[in-house]
């Protein structure tokens, strides 16, 4: 059974840098079968799906376009772990953050979710 | 970008009843369609995914049904376990994207 555990600050200054890490238990982050991404939610924009990594004889990244100028999630495969770096965020940045991960082989649906950590954008 | 539509936004139903939510799509996914479930203060649930398939452990009152822009999640004999947030979500087209959910509330 996959486990996602997140850990990271609940509150970011504006113009700075939101870090969030998913470390994951039951599985590899390497995995060739699984994808490992970042969700978010907020009243406003409900649940927005911001981007994912993957490996498959090297790495890949997709982003949304809503982020993709300020979005990096990056692998950890000494630690087994992920993370999400958001630059320059402002208030509409504040959600609950979600790192879920994605099984390629049979679809490409959400099976395992991390237990969330509410960001808040606040000076 | 692919618009996931759910309706209605709220349904009461009574303990023991059955209750039929709707999800639309802006354009075909084929059956790229997944149902999560979400309660206050958790992470969503896989529920069902390529619109028919139970996800592991899944009771089997809860079935989904669909393909191409319509479709539906059933629950029979509703618990108290299954008042909660339910969303649908494509995974057809980038980027992938949810409906607004549906809250099932006790009637």
């Known amino acids: 059974q996959v486990q996602l555990q997140q850990s990271g600050p609940g509150l970011v200054k504006p113009s700075q840098t939101l870090s969030l890490t998913c470390a994951i238990s039951g599985d590899s982050v390497s995995s060739n079968s699984a994808a490992w991404n970042w969700i978010r939610q907020s009243p406003s924009r409900g649940l927005e799906w911001l981007g994912r990594?993957?490996?498959?004889?090297?790495?890949?990244?997709d982003y949304a376009v809503s982020v993709r100028s300020r979005i990096t999630i990056n692998p950890d495969t000494s630690r087994n772990q992920f993370s999400l770096q958001l630059n320059s965020v402002t208030p509409e940045d504040t959600a609950v953050y979600y790192c879920?991960?994605?099984?390629?082989?049979?679809?490409?649906?959400?099976?395992?979710w991390g237990q969330g950590t509410l960001v808040t954008v606040s000076s | 970008e692919i618009v996931m539509t759910q309706s209605p936004a709220t349904l009461s139903v009574s303990p023991g009843e059955g209750a039929t939510l709707s999800c639309r799509a802006s354009q075909s996914v084929s059956s790229n369609l997944a149902w999560y479930q979400q309660k206050p203060g958790q992470a969503p649930r896989l529920l069902i995914y390529?619109?028919?398939t139970r996800a592991t452990g899944l009771p089997a009152r809860f079935s989904g049904s669909g393909s191409g822009t319509e479709f539906t999640l059933t629950i029979s004999s509703l618990q108290s376990e299954d008042f909660a947030v339910y969303y649908c979500?494509?995974?057809?087209?980038?980027?992938?994207?949810f409906g607004q959910g549906t809250k099932l509330e006790i009637k």
């Open positions: 979500q494509q995974y057809n087209n980038w980027p992938y994207t």
């Open positions: 879920a991960r994605q099984d390629i082989e049979v679809a490409a649906h959400f099976d395992s």
């Open positions: 390529a619109a028919s």
């Open positions: 990594t993957y490996y498959r004889s090297k790495w890949f990244n």
